[in-house]
């Protein structure tokens, strides 16, 4: 028996050690790449639930803008001056009700652009969080090209070795 073969076989034994390594780390890899994948396409998902959410919400807020201010305003056009000695409590009753109506939609409307706004700067962050997601894919989808290379390598320098083993045997 020739005293290379022991040596080689240990070689061999290195190799195919390291190939299982790279098999696992290729394995770890793609999970990671697909929980990276399902995590874009859920943040994506919430992206267009919030603004879908956005929208209606810009339209309620059109809308009560509508009723309390501009021209075409309803509660902006109706006033009472000078009411007469009969009709007066009653019209001062109605101007007051009016006027606590106006002032708890004003209200409603700066509660809808505050959350307009929160929206708006939700939806922000997770534009980012899937542009790091992205990153993060590509990142993986490089290493995992690198790692299916080292593989194909170290198949290779196995079979060498296998090849040397038995022209010496």
């Known amino acids: 028996m020739d005293p290379q073969i022991p040596n080689?076989?240990?070689?061999?034994y290195i190799k195919e050690s390291s190939l299982q390594a790279c098999y696992?780390?290729?394995?770890?890899?793609?999970?990671d790449?697909?929980?990276c994948f399902t995590n874009i396409e859920r943040l994506k998902q919430e992206l267009s639930d919030l603004l879908f959410y956005q929208?209606?919400?810009?339209?309620?807020?059109?809308?009560?803008?509508s009723l309390i201010s501009g021209d075409a305003s309803p509660m902006g056009k109706v006033r009472f001056h000078q009411p007469g000695l009969l009709?007066?409590?009653?019209?001062?009753k109605a101007q007051f009700k009016m006027d606590t109506q106006r002032r708890s939609q004003e209200k409603a409307l700066a509660t809808m652009e505050e959350n307009i706004r929160e929206m708006k700067q939700k939806a922000a962050e997770i534009e980012d969080e899937i542009e790091v997601e992205r990153r993060n894919l590509f990142r993986l989808?490089?290493?995992i090209s690198k790692n299916r290379a080292?593989?194909?390598r170290q198949k290779v320098e196995i079979a060498v070795?296998?090849?040397?083993?038995?022209?010496?045997?």
């Open 8 to 12: 080689l076989k240990n070689q061999k």
């Open 87 to 92: 009709e007066g409590r009653f019209l001062e």
């Open 161 to 169: 070795i296998e090849s040397k083993i038995r022209s010496i045997s």
């Open 33 to 35: 790449y697909n929980d």
């Open 141 to 143: 989808d490089d290493l």
């Open 55 to 65: 929208k209606k919400l810009l339209k309620e807020r059109e809308y009560l803008e």
């Open 150 to 152: 080292n593989i194909e």
């Open 24 to 31: 696992e780390k290729n394995k770890e890899y793609q999970n």
